[in-house]
């Protein structure tokens, strides 16, 4: 799944199917479209929020969820990729990966005859994309117009961000230091989504552009799982990027704040932000569960 190869009315039904879904649990009215069906769950990478909202997603809906980490299945000690897809399709009804190569998503997807749902790889995180267009949509009553604000590295969950934005119909303004921008390909695919759909992608080296005039504000970790090695490097090269009160003054008095968690307070955000009123960042973190239903009863109901 990569929201480049959604039209805009997919997505847009898939949000309104995961608010629906939302209602539907709090009210607490059963609905399991994918009873008896079971979802394999491949984790190259940990996670806290991936491995706990499709579980419990997959329950709710009625079906099973198998954890796999690498070292839990042939993957880890040498079996190919299109092996291990095309076993795990005479077993279960829809894989989700967790991984590090983009690569490995495509390859999995091209050699199984189930859905395949990319839970996270060093490209893009879709499913965390959806969750927060979800978010935005139910704090702000609309998508369309609406401008984001990223400020930080130009990684995995800006470009998720960047095309939903794009087909979405919003303004999405990224700021990055020189050297940590979002990949080239990827920003040409937010450029022509955006001109079919009436939104906008902007790019700044500095951050008090970007964030003028925002609706909402948006940070992430400046060193990714992986990427521990560099954190001091980063830490110089973003410390003018942190999200403060200072830089959040330049945003419209009733933005939101929004962080796709873990969070490291003091660093790339400030506990007064993060913590603060403008903060939905728990209610978006939520909504990974209910986005990822939508998603997975779309997809295997």
């Known amino acids: 799944m990569a929201l480049a190869d959604y039209t805009t009315e997919e997505i847009k039904q898939l949000l309104e199917l995961g608010i629906e879904l939302k209602r539907k649990q709090k009210a607490g009215e059963a609905y399991q479209p994918l009873a008896g069906k079971t979802l394999a769950m491949i984790f190259e990478k940990s996670s806290t929020r991936t491995r706990v909202s499709f579980e419990v997603g997959m329950t709710q809906l009625g079906g099973n969820a198998l954890f796999l980490s690498k070292n839990d299945i042939q993957l880890g000690r040498g079996e190919t990729i299109a092996d291990t897809a095309r076993t795990l399709s005479r077993y279960v009804d829809g894989i989700m990966i967790r991984t590090f190569a983009h690569k490995n998503v495509v390859e999995l997807a091209r050699n199984a005859t189930v859905p395949v749902i990319n839970g996270l790889t060093d490209l893009s995180h879709p499913c965390q994309a959806m969750a927060d267009y979800m978010t935005i949509l139910e704090k702000k009553g609309k998508l369309e117009g609406l401008k984001i604000a990223y400020i930080g590295d130009g990684n995995n969950m800006v470009h998720s961000l960047m095309v939903g934005a794009a087909k979405l ?14 990949d080239a390909e990827v920003a040409e695919i937010a450029r022509e ?8 992608y902007t790019f700044h080296y500095d951050p008090k552009e970007a964030i003028e005039e925002a609706d909402v504000v948006y940070t992430d970790v400046w060193a990714s799982m992986g990427m521990e090695a560099e954190q001091q490097e980063r830490e110089q090269a973003f410390k003018t990027f942190q999200v403060n009160a200072e830089l959040t003054q330049y945003a419209k008095h009733d933005y939101l704040f929004l962080h796709c968690l873990p969070a490291h307070r003091g660093e790339e955000v400030t506990a007064e932000v993060i913590d603060g009123d403008h903060s939905v960042v728990f209610d978006q973190a939520e909504n990974r569960l209910h986005a990822q239903k939508a998603i997975l009863a779309a997809l295997m109901g």
């Open 169 to 182: 119909g919003l303004h999405i303004a990224v700021a990055s230091p020189a050297g940590y921008e979002p």
């Open 193 to 200: 989504a955006a001109a079919a759909s009436g939104g906008k």
